[in-house]
Protein backbone atom coordinates (compact mmCIF):
# COMPACT_ATOMS: atom_id res chain seq x y z
CA UNK A 1 0.00 0.00 0.00
CA UNK A 2 1.35 3.52 -0.51
CA UNK A 3 1.06 6.66 1.52
CA UNK A 4 0.59 9.88 -0.22
CA UNK A 5 1.87 13.03 1.48
CA UNK A 6 1.64 16.24 -0.79
CA UNK A 7 3.11 19.88 0.00
CA UNK A 8 3.76 22.87 -1.59
CA UNK A 9 0.35 24.99 -1.58
CA UNK A 10 -0.36 28.17 -0.68
CA UNK A 11 -1.33 31.72 -1.69
CA UNK A 12 -0.39 33.12 -5.05
CA UNK A 13 -1.54 35.86 -7.61
CA UNK A 14 -2.71 35.70 -10.85
CA UNK A 15 -0.22 34.70 -13.31
CA UNK A 16 2.21 33.18 -10.49
CA UNK A 17 3.53 30.24 -10.05
CA UNK A 18 3.95 27.20 -7.54
CA UNK A 19 5.25 23.68 -7.57
CA UNK A 20 3.73 20.88 -5.79
CA UNK A 21 5.13 17.71 -4.38
CA UNK A 22 4.00 14.36 -3.29
CA UNK A 23 6.30 12.14 -1.27
CA UNK A 24 4.70 8.18 -1.60
CA UNK A 25 6.40 5.35 1.37
CA UNK A 26 5.44 1.87 1.77
CA UNK A 27 5.44 0.62 -1.84
CA UNK A 28 7.28 0.15 -4.92
CA UNK A 29 6.58 3.62 -6.30
CA UNK A 30 8.35 3.03 -9.16
CA UNK A 31 6.15 0.90 -10.59
CA UNK A 32 2.71 3.34 -9.97
CA UNK A 33 1.11 5.30 -12.28
CA UNK A 34 0.23 8.74 -10.58
CA UNK A 35 -2.44 11.11 -11.07
CA UNK A 36 -2.56 15.03 -9.92
CA UNK A 37 -6.34 15.67 -9.12
CA UNK A 38 -8.43 18.87 -7.80
CA UNK A 39 -11.48 19.89 -6.36
CA UNK A 40 -12.85 23.41 -6.46
CA UNK A 41 -16.01 24.01 -3.48
CA UNK A 42 -19.04 22.73 -4.92
CA UNK A 43 -17.63 20.87 -7.52
CA UNK A 44 -16.34 17.42 -8.10
CA UNK A 45 -12.88 16.39 -8.08
CA UNK A 46 -11.03 16.07 -11.72
CA UNK A 47 -8.07 14.68 -12.86
CA UNK A 48 -5.59 17.44 -13.43
CA UNK A 49 -2.39 15.73 -14.93
CA UNK A 50 -1.08 12.42 -14.91
CA UNK A 51 2.29 10.35 -15.40
CA UNK A 52 2.88 6.73 -16.09
CA UNK A 53 5.47 4.94 -14.95
CA UNK A 54 7.49 5.37 -17.81
CA UNK A 55 7.39 8.86 -17.56
CA UNK A 56 4.50 9.72 -20.26
CA UNK A 57 2.05 12.83 -19.75
CA UNK A 58 -1.43 13.82 -19.95
CA UNK A 59 -3.03 16.67 -19.01
CA UNK A 60 -6.24 18.21 -18.40
CA UNK A 61 -7.10 20.36 -21.48
CA UNK A 62 -7.78 23.78 -18.81
CA UNK A 63 -4.33 23.21 -17.76
CA UNK A 64 -2.23 22.73 -21.01
CA UNK A 65 0.58 24.57 -21.28
CA UNK A 66 0.90 25.78 -18.02
CA UNK A 67 1.12 22.96 -15.96
CA UNK A 68 3.88 19.91 -15.68
CA UNK A 69 3.81 17.23 -14.21
CA UNK A 70 7.08 15.01 -13.52
CA UNK A 71 8.48 12.23 -11.25
CA UNK A 72 11.53 11.47 -9.47
CA UNK A 73 11.96 7.45 -8.92
CA UNK A 74 14.63 8.14 -6.82
CA UNK A 75 13.55 10.13 -4.25
CA UNK A 76 9.52 8.44 -4.63
CA UNK A 77 7.51 12.36 -5.38
CA UNK A 78 5.61 13.16 -7.78
CA UNK A 79 5.22 16.79 -8.74
CA UNK A 80 3.39 19.27 -10.14
CA UNK A 81 4.63 22.83 -11.63
CA UNK A 82 2.37 25.23 -11.89
CA UNK A 83 2.84 28.42 -13.86
CA UNK A 84 0.65 31.21 -15.32
CA UNK A 85 -2.15 30.09 -12.24
CA UNK A 86 -5.78 31.80 -12.85
CA UNK A 87 -8.12 32.78 -10.26
CA UNK A 88 -9.91 29.25 -11.54
CA UNK A 89 -7.11 27.50 -10.36
CA UNK A 90 -7.91 27.33 -7.08
CA UNK A 91 -8.98 24.00 -5.29
CA UNK A 92 -7.54 21.71 -2.85
CA UNK A 93 -4.75 19.32 -5.08
CA UNK A 94 -4.80 15.72 -4.33
CA UNK A 95 -1.84 13.28 -5.22
CA UNK A 96 -2.75 9.59 -6.32
CA UNK A 97 -1.34 6.58 -7.27
CA UNK A 98 -3.69 4.93 -9.58
CA UNK A 99 -2.93 3.25 -12.98
CA UNK A 100 -3.40 3.44 -16.70
CA UNK A 101 -5.49 1.08 -19.11
CA UNK A 102 -6.44 1.53 -22.79
CA UNK A 103 -5.04 5.35 -22.32
CA UNK A 104 -7.41 6.11 -19.57
CA UNK A 105 -6.07 7.09 -16.01
CA UNK A 106 -7.76 5.19 -13.30
CA UNK A 107 -7.16 6.59 -10.03
CA UNK A 108 -6.24 3.78 -7.09
CA UNK A 109 -6.90 3.97 -3.19
CA UNK A 110 -4.00 5.83 -1.91
CA UNK A 111 -4.96 9.69 -2.01
CA UNK A 112 -3.06 11.96 0.20
CA UNK A 113 -4.38 14.18 2.44
CA UNK A 114 -4.60 17.22 -0.07
CA UNK A 115 -2.89 20.87 -0.33
CA UNK A 116 -4.71 24.09 -0.67
CA UNK A 117 -3.94 26.10 -3.65
CA UNK A 118 -5.01 29.81 -3.21
CA UNK A 119 -5.26 32.01 -6.69
CA UNK A 120 -6.42 35.67 -5.53
CA UNK A 121 -5.20 39.66 -6.13
Known amino acids: QVQLVESGGGLVQPGGSLRLSCAASGSIFSINDMGWYRQAPGKQRELVAA???????NYADSVKGRFTISRDNAKNTVYLQMNSLKLEDTAVYYCNAGAYYRGTYYPGDPWGQGTQVTVSS
Open 51 to 57: ITSGGST
